[in-house]
């Protein structure tokens, strides 16, 4: 069964970045790709970046796609997320996740992930 552990999270300001990173237990690696979401209390899981192990290409949410990075370390079994020019909205608890296998594309919804990380929390302070 695939582990997935997230870290970085922390405490910041407004302006601030922060980089995230998912590592995958997986023996080798089987997915089309891995995707970072976030939860804040009371509201639903947001989609907030995938990217894909074999090409590399990357998928994101209009409220980070000019201030968030995804990248993939392939030896490592671990993705990253650079984030930039953080805002208070951006605080969450963020989640790593993999997606079912036979997948073949990125997706954007929770229903395409089988494996979720526990999450970290990320906090920006106005």
């Known amino acids: 069964q695939e582990q997935l552990v997230e870290s970085g999270g922390g405490l910041v300001q407004a302006g601030d970045s922060l980089k995230l990173s998912c590592v995958s237990t997986?023996?080798?690696?089987?997915?089309?790709?891995m995707g970072w979401f976030r939860q804040v209390p009371g509201k639903e899981r947001e989609f907030v970046a995938a990217?894909?192990?074999?090409?590399?290409?990357?998928l994101y949410a209009d409220s980070v796609k000019d201030r968030f990075v995804i990248t993939r370390d392939i030896s490592k079994k671990t993705i990253y997320v650079q984030m930039n020019s953080l805002k208070p909205e951006d605080t969450a608890v963020y989640l790593c996740?993999?997606?079912?296998?036979?997948?073949?594309?990125?997706?954007?919804?929770?229903?395409?992930?089988?494996?979720w990380g526990q999450g970290t929390q990320v906090t920006v302070s106005s």
């Open positions: 996740a993999s997606q079912n296998s036979g997948a073949y594309g990125l997706g954007r919804h929770e229903y395409e992930y089988a494996n």
């Open positions: 997986v023996r080798t690696l089987t997915t089309f790709g």
């Open positions: 990217i894909s192990w074999g090409s590399g290409s990357t």
